[in-house]
């Protein structure tokens, strides 16, 4: 048999087995599986000095209460139209202007704050309210009520940044996604500000309390903490070659990620670090709280100041360096690469 006889009759038997809702893996098997993954998100930077007046200029655009949630969201150049920062992960820039109240909802995806300027403006999750401040990471666990609000001006409220998190792109592979609004703009306030903080936040647990959710009990940690413990480990002469001071935050309840599909990170870089390079299998998002260097992510190389956004694909070689004493904010997919047993690492 020729070649060209070879090829026609498999063609013909392509448009048979196609007809019936068929293909053959072996046309596709090495990009279905293989060598190395091949994300399709891109290394990317958002200059934060280069969004802020858009950012500000969306409250003279929509309300919060119209736009029930005032956010740009910030979208990878390698997955347009799709909302998405990675394949899993979504990132938003939102807004809160003074006297304003971004009505109360819950959804099925898992949701973080990490606040990026500004402070007075509150969170609300399942009865307790939280005060924002510059550097605090604020969770809203899937299916809890929520609500957002600012102080008038009157009453020292300011416009409030911050960025939003979720697994909406992962909720959405596997047709999950609810939502539901609350009947008022607010919920009711059931327990103190700080109730949970104090029951579960000093190492310590309720005397019988039992683990029935995989989310942390306590939805705000502070970063005037998470500084201090970073501050302490570097003077006791902790620092990674790869990642300064780096510490995940975690479910005081049981020792694991504060969300079930989202993990996050702070880390500190002195001035003059210059990290090696690492890559791992979760693809991570980064806001820089203070400071200012240099990330090679893959082939690409981007100076960050205080305030930027960057992301880094799964397997992109990472290596930060800090030109003066810096700390990064992350989050990435990294529960659900471990669940299924996906993650891999490398340090170089």
Request: charged content about 20%; overall charge negative.
């Amino acid at each position: 048999m020729t070649s060209d006889t070879a090829d026609a009759l498999r063609a013909a038997y392509y448009e048979r087995i196609a007809a019936q809702q068929m293909s053959p893996l072996w046309e596709s098997l090495h990009n279905l599986v293989p060598k190395a993954p091949q994300p399709k998100a891109l290394p990317a930077i958002w200059k934060y000095a280069q969004l802020r007046d858009l950012v500000v200029e969306a409250g003279s655009v929509i309300s919060a209460e119209e736009a029930v949630r005032r956010v740009l969201i910030l979208e990878n150049p390698g997955l347009p139209g799709k909302s998405s920062m990675t394949p899993n992960l979504y990132a938003g820039l939102q807004l809160i202007l003074p006297g304003e109240i971004a009505p109360s909802h819950r959804h099925t995806q898992s949701a973080l704050r990490f606040i990026v300027e500004g402070e007075g403006a509150w969170t609300a999750v399942n009865g307790e309210r939280t005060t924002m401040h510059p550097g605090d990471f604020i969770i809203t666990p899937s299916w809890t009520w929520h609500d957002h609000g600012n102080p008038s001006v009157e009453d020292g409220g300011e416009p409030v940044v911050w960025l939003d998190g979720l697994d909406i792109p992962l909720v959405a592979q596997m047709d999950a996604g609810f939502a539901e609004s609350y009947p008022e703009a607010t919920q009711p306030l059931s327990r103190p500000e700080g109730d949970s903080f104090a029951r579960f936040g000093q190492n310590m647990l309720p005397v019988r309390h039992r683990v029935s959710d995989p989310t942390s009990p306590i939805f705000s940690y502070p970063y005037a903490r998470s500084r201090e413990a970073l501050d302490a480990l570097y003077r006791n002469g902790e620092l990674d070659e790869w990642d300064g001071v780096k510490l995940r935050y975690v479910n005081p309840a049981t020792g694991g990620w504060p969300m079930p599909t989202i993990a996050t990170f702070m880390q500190y870089l002195p001035s003059g670090f210059k990290g090696r390079a690492y890559r791992s299998t979760d693809a991570t998002v980064y806001c820089v709280v203070e400071g200012k260097g240099t990330v090679k992510i893959g082939s690409g190389e981007f100076n960050f100041d205080a305030h930027d956004v960057f992301v880094a694909p799964a397997w992109a070689y990472v290596q930060l360096s800090a030109s003066v004493e810096s700390v990064v904010f992350s989050y990435s997919d990294r529960p659900v690469l471990a669940a299924l047993n996906l993650l891999r690492e490398e340090r170089v």
